[in-house]
T-cell receptor, first 118, second 114 residues
Framework: AQKITQTQPGMFVQEKEAVTLDCTYDTSDQSYGLFWYKQPSSGEMIFLIYQGSYDEQNATEGRYSLNFQKARKSANLVISASQLGDSAMYFCAMNSNAGGTSYGKLTFGQGTILTVHP | SAVISQKPSRDICQRGTSLTIQCQVDSQVTMMFWYRQQPGQSLTLIATANQGSEATYESGFVIDKFPISRPNLTFSTLTVSNMSPEDSSIYLC???????????FGPGTRLTVL
């Protein structure tokens, strides 16, 4: 079974500063994917960034980067130059890329509420 | 990236009634996934919908309560049957981009049951 742990219920950051949202995971699969999503108050789930377990380089997407430390089973999200519009709930999730019936099933963490102060 | 639309975006329903949620994708996908997010909670997978076969339900979810249709490779529906206030949630459909392994979500349907 897979498990995602987000230990920060809430985080605060000053506008234009960088912030790191923590995520640790547990799985017995050799091939898996790690995701971060942003959920504003509207409820939609916005895809931010993806890291495959066999990717050697950390994923980056604009102001988002994923600090992937496989041995420590951590996949922290780093948001650089925070903006007021970054205030939202952030979810870390994982799936199995082993194929079969588990492919595409995401296991989510409990989320972290990020508040950006002006 | 896949573009996913859902209808309705929100609804307020009476106890004991049913609501059918539609999910449309702009490209053909093998599997579509339905998730539920109860208030203040994380997302939980309800079922996986494959075209041409019965949906596969996760533990705690049954077909009589959440019947799913998958008539073609771009469309699926989820029905929430005999609703109670505990069914008040956001319901989201999701697809996987098989080329990038990235998973995308529709905008969600916010359901309130009175």
């Amino acid at each position: 079974a897979q498990k995602i742990t987000q230990t920060q219920p809430g985080m605060f950051v000053q506008e234009k500063e960088a912030v790191t949202l923590d995520c640790t995971y547990d799985t017995s699969d050799q091939s898996y994917g790690l995701f971060w999503y942003k959920q504003p108050s509207s409820g939609e789930m916005i895809f931010l960034i993806y890291q495959g377990s066999y990717d050697e380089q950390n994923a980056t997407e604009g102001r988002y980067s994923l600090n992937f430390q496989k041995a420590r089973k951590s996949a922290n999200l780093v948001i650089s130059a925070s903006q007021l519009g970054d205030s939202a709930m952030y979810f870390c999730a994982m799936n199995s890329n082993a194929g079969g019936t588990s492919y595409g099933k995401l296991t989510f963490g409990q989320g972290t509420i990020l508040t950006v102060h002006p | 990236s896949a573009v996913i639309s859902q209808k309705p975006s929100r609804d307020i329903c009476q106890r004991g009634t049913s609501l059918t949620i539609q999910c449309q994708v702009d490209s053909q996908v093998t599997m579509m996934f339905w998730y539920r997010q109860q208030p203040g909670q994380s997302l939980t997978l309800i079922a996986t919908a494959n075209q041409g076969s019965e949906a596969t339900y996760e533990s705690g979810f049954v077909i009589d309560k959440f019947p799913i249709s998958r008539p073609n490779l771009t469309f699926s529906t989820l029905t929430v049957s005999n609703m109670s206030p505990e069914d008040s949630s956001i319901y989201l459909c999701s697809v996987v981009d098989a080329v990038t392994d990235t998973q995308y979500f529709g905008p969600g349907t916010r359901l309130t049951v009175l």
